[in-house]
DNA sequence: TGTTCTTTTGACAACGTTGTCATTATCCTA
DNA sequence: TAGGATAATGACAACGTTGTCAAAAGAACA
């Protein structure tokens, strides 16, 4: 690779004016500048960002750990939303993925500190709370989808209650009384926060939750979970009083209903509405009709995060507030209005 | 940040004893050892990347250029394969999405090099021809999903027209012979690869393929494409001489003809086969009954590109096998056998 | 012309690590 | 016990860069 010593020779100056003139620095002589230029560009010089960071200047890379949300479709758009706002600066991502292993954790975070990386976004897949564990790291620690227990870090999670309420709500005021659901596995957060927000949007509705509607859509442990909202759906479905509309926990198990619906020809929205939580486009966006859902904001908690690290920079130990993101309605085509 | 010379202050030794012991050089005094140990524990001690590379120690991370893949749902496995194949040596990947902005690739391969990457993966999302340019970067690069042109690169391929033939071999083999076509656009090699597996397969059964069953399930430009696969198996499915089966370009395709086929009230797979491609799991273990497919291999592209680009240290200029990975059947409940 | 001020340039050290080589301590053999 | 071999340790330089400070070169003024 071609050094800074490397140019200067070429160009008959020292190392030092070569080095001002990478960085732009304004005390060179235009002429003395144009010539060194020339040779900067032939060798295609580069620095050594290495060497930098040895002088004191901080690394541009951020670190990234995760228990799986970079390799799976459904919060990869963490990733995208950091990246966009790192790369205004010229800033990358180092990308770790425990998948869960807390040996292989531990061993990424030394990885980080070796790279004495600037920051770190910690994300997770579900929106849970999480520990990040002894001060193995002191620098700056962003959690995305998931907050702080036992040490106080910074946290970005979506507003599960509030779009809870927002899924309730829209079928509510367009007229729907009986309303099913169809949640996730009950330990997750998200499941008991969702619930939460649906209740009081019934109660500020002045409706009463027919609790006999509502059932798991998935059952299991937290990382087995399996799928058993077509059958769920087909159950609640066949009831004498069946529901209008059906409130699901993920947009795949709105998949599942829109099954267990066509199986029991009744059509969507005509028959039934379906209402979704994610915006996982891969599935609203497929479905006939298009499914209305209610979107995790995960480009930007991940753009979020990456603001919320460099304001922590200016911060004083301790400084972590948890900052709830909406959920915004996306409407489509699977909710009607009641007449 | 802790260092060397902080440890051997507090052990009473000198730094290059500390250093021994750190990278385990077994010429060091299991007394002396012992007791550095413990302060190295203590102080937590972590080496200094960027120092160590300055020493001329290779680094040890790894960059992924590509213009999405790192961050759509369809192809993120290919970074699960490297990681995977990465953390058994304790390397990481640095992950620059150029969304397709050729200026935005410039820069990133600008922080690639400042980085001292060891190798770099180049992946799209498409399988496609990529011209990786200028020997803007001499170092072992590796093509992921693409192959070179011009320049010439190792590259990692899937093999299309293998999977193309399987799709259609497994159909004929099952007693179908009126067989519908639902493709991705024209101007992918996917698309072209797997016709010519498709043709092949039939003309191995010693059936003949009927061109009017060759649809388009999606239309429009490369990065602009739209979904008319519903409208195309409608038209498909209502001709009096339907087909039993149809094979399609993608899953996502295959999603919408599970719907224009509930539209008809035909089921599947007794009225009709279908048969995907990709192996998105999203779309494949949720549809009803779960889709046959025949799958990417990805995440094996993603791991053996790692281990082609370790390779190809030792490998002289110009070298630059193309390498055709399988595309193997995943069989599920969406075909069946025709008596 | 000499003096002072400003602009431009370079010598040198330091960052944290490891390779080279020299030095010291320890052990073995005759 | 001397002599030689081996084991353990440390001094020093170097990697590529930038901050500090001093020197050199011009410019401005009396």
Known sequence: MVT?????????????????IVNGDPAVNAKTRDSVQVHLQNLNYVPNQAARMMRGVQSSVY???????AT?????????????????QNQTLLIANSNGDAEQEVEFWRMFRAQRVRGVIYASVFHRSHNVGRPAF??????????????????????DEGGGYA????????GHRRIGLLTLIPKIDATRLRGIGIRRAFKDAGVTF??????????????????????AALKMLQQKNRPTAIICGHDAVAFHVYAAAAHLRLSVPQDLSIMGFDDL????????????????????????AVELMRESTHQKEGWAPKILVPCPLVERG???TLS
Chains 1, 2 share one sequence.
């Open 4 to 20: 800074l010593r490397e140019v200067a020779k070429l160009s008959g100056v020292s190392i030092k004016t070569v080095s001002r």
């Open 210 to 231: 027919d609790e006999s509607l509502n059932q798991q859509g998935m059952i299991g442990p937290v990382h087995g979970e399996s799928m058993v909202a077509y059958e």
């Open 63 to 69: 670190g990234l750990m995760t228990d799986a949300v």
């Open 334 to 336: 699977s909710c009607r």
């Open 138 to 159: 002191n620098d700056s620690i962003v959690l995305a989808n998931c907050y702080a227990s036992g040490s106080d870090r910074p946290s970005l999670v979506p507003d």
């Open 72 to 88: 799976t479709p459904y919060s990869v758009d963490i990733v995208r939303g950091a990246q966009a706002a790192l790369k205004e």
């Open 281 to 304: 486009k891969v599935i609203t966006e497929n479905l006939h009709p298009r499914l209305t859902t209610v979107a995790l904001p995960y480009f930007e908690i991940g753009r979020r």
């Open 167 to 174: 899924q309730a709500e829209h079928l509510l005021r367009n």
